[in-house]
């Protein structure tokens, strides 16, 4: 029985992860609870030490955790972000979200996987309606803020209706990986047109949002699935190539959103050429610099970071007396640094950046069916791009999002070798 319903409320977890958070906690926290009922635990601890990536997570956590508890506070550091105390924010956000890669190891059934992806992507297109509803002013919006079901901050210019816009573009994106590989392994014509035109719509619904990383995430995750597909035909190649320009184009020259978007990075980098930092991109870049420069500055830095408890203060101390005014104007306000792989190793040392690295290392390696390996490509760059722009590991949605994507690829790899 608890087999059955540890399935079940995995489905409608995958199915409300795209449009709200506290139902997908609330069906995140049955599974777990049915997970632990269900018992056997004797070939889950199995299967867990047997899949080495399933540590990853749950070490980066350990280290996290280590690094508060040794830290000097509790309370000045990127993650405690307003909370009372960061032990909260690292059990919450990074001991407990990768649980939902054991779940599927483990207990996940092939059939309630299927069910699981085509639930998200339902998902998926029930917030692309109403993102477009939202978009053509078919809607009362401030009313439905007025009762939280469309996002607080959604708008015209960044119709996201269910999350923050950038974490709604990383969830297109990826969403789009697997809507073409549904396209390509479906075999019914109409199933086959719909999935085409969702594909198109959402491209379109990626485009009009003001989520830049999501549109960088869809130009290289596409160019690789299609090198990954494609291989050694060169022909088919600039043929995506060509695709892929043209839809760049056509949003620029459609697109207000896009357009300005655009527009809003060359003046960044004319900004940043003058040395103002203090713009979108400008901040990234001067946080890039001034956090390598802290954990270059000396080798206890380079091996154990300032400290879970204490990133932001020795990070803007750091910006504040070895840079000139203009780097700590353009990163006085950020709540952290833009940068997973910098995150991790500020907050949890040198060893936490090297485990995120051989997350990728172990993602790859994943023996999937052949014919999901260009997805599964794509979506290791998605997630290393990501990961480049922002810290989507501890954005709680697009963390989720991960992990769940994570766990599926695991999942097809064990279910792979019990085929042979």
Known sequence: MNQKLLQYSFILFAFTLPLSRGAFNFFFALSLLFWLLEGNFKYKIATIKERKILWVFLLIALLTMLSALFSHSYHNGFLANGEKSILRVVITHYFLVPLIIVIMATSIQKRTLQLAISAFLLAIFISEIASYLVFFHLIDVDYFKSIHIIYKF?????????????????????????????????????????????FISATINLFINGGRTGQLIYIFAMLTYALSYFRFHIKNIIATL???????????????????????????????????????????????????????????????????????????????????????????????????????????????????????????????????????????????????????????????????????????????????
Request: charged letters at 15%; proline letters at 4%.
């Open 154 to 198: 959604s708008s015209v210019e960044n119709p996201s209706p269910f999350m923050q816009h950038i974490e709604y573009s990383v969830y297109l994106s990826i969403a789009i990986l697997f809507m073409l590989q549904q396209l390509i392994l479906s075999r019914n014509f109409w199933v086959r047109a719909f999935i085409l035109l969702f």
């Open 242 to 420: 060509f695709a892929i320009a043209a839809i760049v184009f056509l949003a620029y020259n459609f697109s207000s959103t896009f357009h300005k978007r655009i527009h809003e990075a060359v003046m960044n980098i004319e900004q940043m050429q003058k040395g103002n930092f203090d713009t979108s991109w400008g901040s990234r870049v001067a946080s890039n610099i001034v956090t390598l420069d802290y954990l270059t500055s000396s080798p206890k830095r380079f091996l154990f970071g300032a400290g879970a408890g204490d990133s932001k203060r020795e990070y803007l101390e750091h910006a504040k007396e070895h840079f000139a005014p203009n780097y700590y104007k353009a990163v006085a306000h950020l709540a952290h640094t833009h940068n997973q792989y910098l995150e991790y190793w500020l907050d949890g040392t040198l060893f936490s950046l090297l485990l995120f690295l051989l997350y990728f290392i172990l993602l790859l390696r994943l023996n999937v069916p052949k014919e999901y390996k260009p997805l599964l490509n794509a979506f290791a760059v998605a997630v290393a791009i990501a990961a480049m722009t922002d810290v989507p590991l501890f954005r709680y949605q697009p963390a989720m999002l991960i992990m769940f994507l994570t766990g599926y690829f695991i999942k097809l790899s064990t279910l792979q070798r019990k085929a042979h």
